[in-house]
């Protein structure tokens, strides 16, 4: 019983290939594959080449084409499926597949797991492609019969039975001299390299043809082209064959794949592209040998025998890559070649690309070059003359005769050969040019990214520093402003207490004139503090002295201290000496006055200061106060000194690289309300070492009459300005790295009995014992208080019963003291004082 058929038409394919039509056989029998296959492939209309090679005009054929003329030999070998048994002989035999599932009883029956095949041998020059199923369902395919080919290998043939029918022909003519091409075609994996190179076990064309020639080892696959060149060796004019150089052409041509089967990507997909495109290029190549011959005027000429061998698959899989294929190569089968001989001037006659360029140079500057004047016969013409146009013409016409002979020759070998390379390197080389400019690109974008990343983070710093050095400007202008009001507020303060000793107490003021440094520092005495703190002072100012705008008021400033104000002097290094004045008026005026070298009247108050000039009487002044030589000289001629009546003047003349009075010494001056005479009393410590005070006698008068102690200080006695000052009780002292200090109203001496001073100025000698290694005073020990409170402030000489009694009753211990004592508050606040300084008691 016949099986049923899906698809009962069978389509011839035949050149142009869309144009398909039934095949004679099945269009009016569609039951034509239930019948012998044999009679099937009777039925089928063998290809109508003739028809598409017969020229549209009736003509005469060629000379040449009644000499020799003969078609491409095109062959095709299906390649066995790998599940596929060898069939035996009787199998193998080239048939006619009658119906499709017969199409698998030719290699079915004998093995379940064989694939179904779309081919089917009908005969040694046809066969029929059959679509699957699935596609015959759909009416997207019918089967065609394809016919025509030289040799239909079938999958069962042997690699030397292809060799046989199509190399050996074309080592016989190669060894007769002539050239020949021999190029696999076919899908990727239908066995071209097998067919070409094989394998050891089964050697492919080149390997048997080499065998044959010389025998040589196949090369790798992909594609591949052999020119196997005959090179004459000798000129011998009895043969003929040797003179002509023949060459061998095998090409083993990439196959086409299919990018969804292979899924190649990356280089692999270039690649294969790259492989399609060559393919393509060979087609297109064929088909222009096959549209030029329709030209019969130029008839394709050529010296040798070309050979496509075709190989495909015939697996179900493999429909596509097989229909693709015979429908491809089908027409090549038409190319028709007119046979010359080669002769020595074969190779005018071929294309000569050199000789081409040259001529087609000129010929398009001239074509290009409108504008040129032509001359012929005597006359000028412009560029748009009619004239130029015929010259013209007649030189493309020339060009063409020239390129007449050469597009009527068929392309060489090697040819084929340049255009394929070329081709195939240009697409590699566009593609990786292309796969280049995208990096680049990728890479360019992403640099500039990362470039505006940067500036705007640039940008930010930029805009960061800006913001800094606007907050530091703003610091600066605000550090500027404190300053000013930390100035304002200093001279604020200085003029608070001003105001207030001015008021209610004797005045302390510390005058700075040209040196209006208050705070006196020594470089070459850097271990010591060089300042003259009055009392525990708060108040310290530098000075500089280039500033002019400080001069004035500075020079102005007075301090007044209380008792737990400072005032500190330091000295600057490169004054060749100071006069350092502390005056005590009649008012309790104090006014320190700071002078360069050579201004021995430097005080800005003429009734406060006693003035220096000599200096080596100052130098003499320190060194005494040094504990070796110092000296003080008053000048007794001077207004100063008589005006200055009430005053206690310390005069320091410093040189300039001993100044050993302000450095580190500290000058103690205890000033009491007048009650040793009825005047102004001062108290001042020096240096016990060297003193000189200028009522000296007076004064230790009146320490001896109220302590019984004895001041051996020497006192010139002659000086006027002793006498002028008589009434004043002038203790000066100057003791290193001791306070000096100016309680205005009381000095508050601790008891230390436990000090047995002898030395002849035993105040100094007790202050210096006394007082710490440190340069500050550790805690205020002076209270500065009016000269009526002191005058009320107890005056008791025991400082047991003192220290015992209330605060309450010292007043009233102070007046019953006086009472019985018989001296008046001042001395007794005076030897109190002295007492709990000195420790004399
Ligand atoms: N006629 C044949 N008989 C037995 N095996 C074959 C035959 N043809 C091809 N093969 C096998 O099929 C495989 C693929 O064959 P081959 O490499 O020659 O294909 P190809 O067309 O050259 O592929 P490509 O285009 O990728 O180079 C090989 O393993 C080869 O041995």
Redesign the pocket.
Known sequence: MPMATPNPSVTVRRNPHRRARPTPSTTNDPDHLSMDPSLAVKQIRPFPLHDLLEPSDEQPATPAEAIDSENLRVFI????L?TLRKPNKAASTIRSRPKAPSVNAIRGGQSKKMKAVCLSVNGPHSLTLVPPPSMVELKRAKTEAFEGFSFV?P?E?L?REVYDRVMEPLISDFLGGKSHLLA?M????????????G?PR?PGLVSLALQRLFGSNPPS???CIINIRCEPQAADPDNDVLQNKAVLTIA??????REKRTGNQGMRLLESNA?NNTSMVFGQCLRSLLEHQKNTKKPLQKHFQDSLVL?VKSGEDDYLDTSMLLRQASPYMKIKFYNVEESSNLPCLKRQPNLITKIEQPKRRKLNNSDAPVFKGGKHFDGQSIFKTEVQREQVQQVENIQDPVLSTMPTNAEFQRVEMHNAEYCVELRMRERECQIMQSFSRALWNVLKQYKQKLEESDNTIQRLEQSLTNEKARTANLEKALENLRRHSCSCHKQCLCSSSPKFIADVSSRPTVELQDEAHSESNNSVELDNAVQTIKHDPTDQSQSPELAECRYSLDGQSNISMAKEPKNSFQTLEVSLTGQHNEELSHSPRGQSNISPTEASSNNFSQENEAKELLNSLEGIEYSSYVDPGSPHSKASENSLTICGIFPEHDISMPVGQNLEIGLTSSSLHGQSNMLATNDPSSIKFSQENEAKEHLNSLEGTEDTSPVDPGSPHSKASENNLTTCGISREMDVSIPLTELVVPPRKDTGCTDKHPVTKVLLEEKPESIRPQKPRWRLLPTSAMLLEDSSLDSEDQNADPKGRRGYGKVMATVETGRTPGSISLVHMLRRNLQIL
């Open positions: 070998r299906i390649r066995p790998e290998f999958p043939s690699q696999a076919g899908a990727t994996g239908s066995g071209k390299t097998h067919t070409v190179f394998t089964e696959r992909s594609q083993d041509l990439a196959g086409a794949e492989i190989t």
